[in-house]
């Protein structure tokens, strides 16, 4: 009733420091394949979310792996599709399609839309790719401009203020005034 799939996308030329960028496309394209459902409160949350309505619709994972000297990366994520969700066993909140749109959503159509994203991404995706798309992603930034939580080191520190996904694909927020970067760690929602 959901989707956790993963993909393997061959990319000789990505660096490690840089597949972050991999990481944003697959969430961007995921966002616009969700807009073919739902056109109105859905949101990137750095580094790795979709967030619908305040909750989370999608998570995106990409690692980098070698096998016989090539190198790749596997873009793994997982879809509240038509799943049934128990609030009280999850961490953040959550919510399916099917709860936003209504209706039953098929499956089958989510996966084939999902392999076209992948192919878009891969025909697309340079080296360039990620500074074209680098305002797009800042316009669906999640709690952009807003008061919140980060966790960084462990630590929590409040107050700080969304500003943008950065061209290192850091978060970049606002501490006393000061713009401060967020290369690991967590917005806390």
């Not at 792996?65 to 969700?85: P, T």
Request: aromatic share 12%; with cysteine; glycine share 6%.
């Amino acid at each position: 009733e959901n989707i956790m799939m993963s993909v393997v996308v061959p990319m000789q030329w990505l660096s490690v420091s840089r597949q972050f960028e991999l990481s944003v496309a697959v969430a961007l394209s995921c966002y616009d394949l969700f807009q073919k459902y739902i056109l109105a409160n859905l949101f990137i949350k750095w580094p790795n979310d979709i967030i619908l309505m305040g909750k989370k619709v999608a998570g995106i994972l990409v690692e980098k792996f070698s096998l016989n000297g090539s190198f790749y990366y596997i873009c793994g994520f997982g879809i509240n599709v038509n799943n049934e969700i128990n609030i009280e066993n999850i961490r953040y909140p959550a919510i399916n399609l099917k709860s936003v749109c209504n209706d039953h959503i098929d499956i089958n159509e989510i996966l084939m839309n999902i392999l076209d994203v992948f192919e878009n991404i891969i025909n697309n995706f340079s080296p360039g790719f990620f500074d074209m798309i680098l305002k797009d992603i800042n316009n669906k930034l999640y709690l952009k401009n807003e008061f919140v939580q980060i966790e960084k080191n462990s630590e929590t520190i409040s107050n700080v203020i969304l500003d943008s996904i950065g061209s290192q694909g850091e978060l970049v927020y606002i501490l006393n005034g000061e713009y401060c970067s967020l290369y690991s760690g967590r917005i806390i929602f």
